[in-house]
T-cell receptor, first 116, second 114 residues
Framework: SAVISQKPSRDICQRGTSLTIQCQVD?????MFWYRQQPGQSLTLIAT?????????ESGFVIDKFPISRPNLTFSTLTVSNMSPEDSSIYLC?????????????FGPGTRLLVL | DQQVKQNSPSLSVQEGRISILNCDYT??????FLWYKKYPAEGPTFLIS?????DKNEDGRFTVFLNKSAKHLSLHIVPSQPGDSAVYFC?????????????FGTGTRLTIIP
């Protein structure tokens, strides 16, 4: 499976500010995803990061709030804009396995965000 | 609407015994199912998966069973070990429809008692 790293691993931010989270994969992957896990909740897909085009957002998530970049096949960023305490979550990137016929996704270690 | 449900938020099992984690789903379009394990401060780790064309998949100590008519799957861990203590998530996707999205359950915290 691919090795996935995220930066930062955690941060404490003031409301109204923005934070950009980076996701780096050690091999080229076609599909990259961004998820959120709010406290006590399940993982929820925010968007699919498409290389060379705009991300595809899930219902309830918009580009102005969560802009995503995917400049190449190994890297993506997610920005959490104009943060409020409700944005306090773990943010995870994932990639789809390239070699398998299955839909298995592998996850990065996550970025733990606390908004004050 | 919670399409994937894990109704047991926690489970305690004696070391060496069998752990059985359950998951129910409502979306009949789901055709691929996965189990992930998550330790605190780490991302979910893929454990095992099953396609809807099968009813059982085994990998070492881990076996996943799928009952499509009941829209139910379960993960069996035997024998259970202390390192298995973690939160377990089941997830599902509509792979045959080209939908890459994974829908997760809310997780079950498994504690293995030495």
């Amino acid at each position: 499976s691919a090795v996935i790293s995220q930066k930062p691993s955690r941060d404490i931010c003031q409301r109204g500010t923005s934070l950009t989270i980076q996701c780096q994969v050690d091999s080229q992957v076609t599909m990259m995803f961004w998820y959120r896990q709010q406290p006590g909740q399940s993982l929820t897909l925010i968007a699919t990061a498409n290389q060379g085009s705009e991300a595809t957002y899930e219902s309830g998530f918009v580009i102005d709030k969560f802009p995503i970049s995917r400049p190449n096949l190994t890297f993506s960023t997610l920005t959490v804009s104009n943060m409020s305490p409700e944005d306090s979550s773990i943010y995870l990137c994932s990639v789809r396995a390239e070699l398998a016929v299955s839909e298995t996704q592998y996850f990065g270690p996550g970025t733990r965000l606390l908004v004050l | 609407d919670q399409q994937v449900k894990q109704n047991s938020p926690s489970l305690s099992v004696q070391e060496g015994r069998i752990s059985i984690l359950n998951c129910d789903y409502t979306n009949s379009m789901f055709d691929y199912f996965l189990w992930y394990k998550k330790y605190p401060a780490e991302g979910p780790t893929f454990l095992i998966s099953i396609s809807s064309i099968k009813d059982k998949n085994e990998d070492g100590r881990f076996t996943v069973f799928l009952n499509k008519s009941a829209k139910h799957l379960s993960l069996h861990i035997v024998p259970s070990q202390p390192g298995d203590s973690a939160v377990y998530f089941c997830a599902a996707s509509e792979s045959n429809f080209g939908n890459e999205k994974l829908t997760f359950g809310t997780g079950t915290r498994l504690t293995i008692i030495p």
